[in-house]
């Protein structure tokens, strides 16, 4: 890939002001919650102005059918029902770690026999957990490839080192998720494996030329991301691509121009969540929202603070008034994320049915499970995954409050 091709297809669609047509009754954030069950902030914001999606954390998770009220009542006040979304990818982030006990990390599939089998049934397992709590998207599998440590953050969470093994891998267990009716989202684009830090807590630089992501990152994303249809945007910097101190969610040059023009993604790209430190010191809220729209996602997330929602929604409701670029830019991610939202009814009406119970759902995880464990050599682990996942997840001194990032 040479450089110079970056940044010819990145042309913005100019449109006049009298053709601008109202503002949308919903936008294209996606929001966390804060507890189990909707508070009535909350639910006003649902009633007002529907987000795109609702992204679930371990802090909206109680019991089965508290899960599964929530998820109804979500869908029941919304003016436009969002989607919801979750990250469900197991060991280390595994937000149903109290309901479904047990799941393996991705790193594990590798590790022992029938990995390709296995990753497709893991996928299938936790497709169908979803479809049960009708959470309609994983965000999942992640397609980073591990450098020879990985990044803080990142421990476990990938499937291998090498290329063939993480396309090999993450395919099987997404389609294994298309098979349940649960559809996927790739992450974290253009590939965070090398990474020098954590991004939920600050920059992290991935210093390699473009040939050498072109040649390795970036494959699991040419060779998967269509068929999935949606891909997750990182907050890494790529200083050999573009600006140092410019994150990939908020480069046009990587979010659209790479992702869009040499990968040819038509699918709808999807912001990690803008609260995280890599990119929330960058500037106000309302800002990097702008920025991130502009850049190229489709989706922005803003997972935390659920008071800042309406501000970021009035906002950019008067951008979309007022500048026929950012209206131009906002048609066009609506545009994509309907055609997503068909992508994920079509995945669940070819599907077969959700599990009649949660016993039932249990019950095939067991199964999963325990011919997982049969086929895994015995390994010695500073830290086994069945310990991670009991423990708790609550961030440390100095942290800001923003739980269960990883």
């Keep these: 890939m040479r450089l110079r091709r970056l940044g010819v297809t ?3 669609p100019r449109i006049p002001f009298a053709t601008i047509p109202p503002v949308p009754d919903y936008d294209i954030l996606g929001i966390g919650l804060t507890g189990k069950s909707l508070t009535p902030l909350e639910r006003h914001l649902l009633q007002q102005q529907s987000p795109y999606a609702v992204v679930l954390f371990g802090r909206n998770v109680g019991s089965a059918e508290e899960l599964r009220e929530l998820a109804r009542e979500i869908k029941a006040v919304s003016k436009t029902p969002p989607v919801l979304m979750i990250d469900e990818e197991g060991g280390r982030v595994d937000r149903l770690r109290h309901l479904i006990p047990g799941l393996p990390s991705a790193e594990a599939f590798a590790e022992g026999e029938r990995p390709r089998e296995l990753s497709e049934w893991f996928g299938r397992v936790i497709g ?6 009708d959470i309609e998207i994983d965000l999942a599998p992640v397609v980073d490839i591990r450098g ?3 990044p803080k953050g ?3 969470r990938t499937f291998g080192t090498d290329v063939k093994t993480v396309v090999d891998l993450a395919g099987a267990f997404m389609r294994g998720l298309h098979s349940a009716g649960t559809a996927s989202c790739l992450k974290h684009f253009p590939g965070i494996g ?12 991935i210093d390699i030329p473009a040939d050498e992501l072109l040649r390795r990152d970036l494959v699991p994303f040419r060779v998967l991301a269509n068929e999935a249809g949606a891909v997750m945007i990182g907050h890494g910097t790529y200083p050999q691509l573009d600006d140092p101190d410019v994150p990939a969610t ?8 790479l992702l869009r023009g ?9 912001s990690d969540d803008m609260e995280m430190h890599a990119v929330s010191d960058l500037g106000s809220y309302e800002h990097i929202y702008e920025s991130a729209l502009m850049a190229g996602n489709d989706v922005v997330l803003f997972c935390s603070h659920i008071e800042r929602v309406r501000d970021l929604q009035l906002f950019m409701n008067k951008r979309v008034a007022e500048d ?4 131009a830019q906002f048609d066009i991610a609506v545009a994509r994320c309907e055609r997503y939202r068909a992508h994920c009814s079509r995945l669940r009406n070819e599907s077969g049915p959700p599990f009649a119970s949660f016993d039932d759902l249990v019950a095939e995880a067991t199964r999963f499970i325990e011919v997982f464990e049969q086929t895994r050599p015995q390994r010695e682990s500073v830290v086994p995954d069945e310990d991670r996942r009991k423990g708790p997840r609550k961030p440390g001194k100095g942290h800001t409050g923003r739980e269960e990032w990883t």
């Excluded at 169908?128 to 709590?133: G, I, T, Y």
């Excluded at 908020?250 to 121009?257: C, E, F, G, Q, T």
């Design 148 to 150: 020879s440590s990985a």
């Design 194 to 205: 090398v990474g020098s830090a954590d991004p939920h807590y600050g920059a992290t630089v």
């Design 250 to 257: 908020l480069s046009r040059r990587l979010a659209h121009d």
């Design 128 to 133: 169908q957990a979803l479809r049960f709590f």
């Design 324 to 327: 026929a670029r950012v209206h």
């Design 262 to 270: 040499e990968l040819r993604f038509d699918g709808i790209a999807v």
């Design 10 to 12: 990145g042309v913005r």
């Design 154 to 156: 990142l421990e476990r």
